[in-house]
């Protein structure tokens, strides 16, 4: 029997199917991808080949542009939008903003790797520490108001670059359904004095059996509405900040619990194409509600959402947005629980 689930976290309905799984579609098991790219712009030594560096991690005695990083950020060369453009608004009609904006690429890791469920717990504490500093940097730019951070991982994801990176797109408007999402927080936060996420995730870690797995203050858990099959979200019930201002000891415990959990999925789905999205708080004030900058970490947690791209969507999904999804969480966090990498 399915069943259409509120998702109370993004104002959604998602059905979840599971008679549907076994349509021939579905492919659990892909094989290993091969690692060879001599000609990769992201590989150590190739710095040359993209424009120059914004920010980077670097080994100490080692210079800008050169090799001797950790991670590395650049501007994006098949920018969306750019940072050079003028912030300029038209009226009318037909109403546009210049393509103003900020697009860079994160540079992950020196090594050309595939897949962030290859990395070391360094890595990911590298990679959380550089979306810190990136977006603590932005949020500098009164133009900007709002910045998404994603990681497309493999081509059902909509990657087009197999050595690992990450991408930033800072904007001068509130994309709706993001808007919308702060705005709801925060009448959420006016009402009950907590955010909606801490609430949801104290009742998951009361009831159980959709949590995968706990390190720190943080909890993994597959959320109730899932949009997708094994989806995760990686959050905690206590205001730890957001994603530019995270403690190094936050991050420590985030890093190890991000990747026994990348490293669980794998176990389950082998080699899997995935969406990252890492949340980022309104940076603006004016471009939101009025008090709701001052009570920013009260009102949202911080948090880290995986949905691996087991299934394609088609027509009904992109009408409607609602999302079949045919693997109940219950089940997946079940699996999931399974296996332990500590
Ligand atoms: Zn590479």
């Known amino acids: 029997m399915s069943e259409i689930r509120y998702d109370r976290l993004h104002d959604t309905h998602v059905i979840i199917a599971p008679e549907r799984l076994h349509r021939p579609d579905c492919n659990f098991a892909e094989p290993e991808k091969k690692v060879v790219d001599e000609q990769c712009p992201f590989y150590e030594g190739h710095e040359s080949m993209t424009p120059p560096e914004i920010f980077a991690i670097r080994k100490p005695s080692s210079f800008k542009n050169e090799a001797g990083w950790q991670t590395r950020v650049v501007p994006n060369l098949y920018k969306a939008v750019q940072i050079e453009a003028p912030l300029q608004h038209h009226y009318g009609l037909f109403e546009h903003l210049e393509g103003f904006g900020a697009h860079e690429v994160i540079i992950d890791t020196p090594e050309h790797h595939t897949s962030m469920t290859q990395w070391s717990e360094e890595n990911v504490i590298h990679w959380l520490k550089t979306l810190r500093a990136r977006v603590a940097d932005l949020r500098g730019d009164h133009r900007i108001a709002y910045i998404s951070l994603f990681k497309n991982e493999g081509t059902e994801a909509g990657s087009t670059q197999q050595h690992s990176h990450t991408q930033l797109i800072g904007l ?26 801490e609430t949801v995730l104290a009742h998951e870690e009361e009831d159980g059996q959709r949590i995968v797995a706990k390190q720190g203050d943080f909890t993994a858990f597959c959320p109730y509405a899932s949009a997708y099959p094994f989806e995760v979200i990686i959050s905690s019930t206590k205001a730890l900040g957001q994603v530019d201002t995270l403690s190094d000891e ?19 789905l082998g080699c899997f194409d995935f969406n990252l999205s890492v949340s980022t708080p309104p940076l603006q004030e004016g471009t939101v509600e009025h008090g709701l900058l001052a009570c920013v970490d009260e009102a949202f947690r911080f948090e880290i959402r995986i949905m691996p791209r087991i299934y394609k969507h088609g027509g009904f999904e992109q009408t409607t947005g609602v999302i079949i999804n045919p693997v109940t969480p219950e089940l997946a966090a079940a699996l999931l629980r399974e296996h332990d990498y500590v």
């Open 250 to 268: 936050s991050i420590e415990s985030l890093a190890p619990l991000l990747l026994i959990t990348l490293k669980k999925l794998k176990k389950q």
């Open 172 to 197: 001068p408007i509130i994309p709706k359904v993001e808007r919308e999402a702060y705005q709801r927080s925060y009448n959420h936060y006016k009402h009950h004095a907590n955010a909606i996420l």
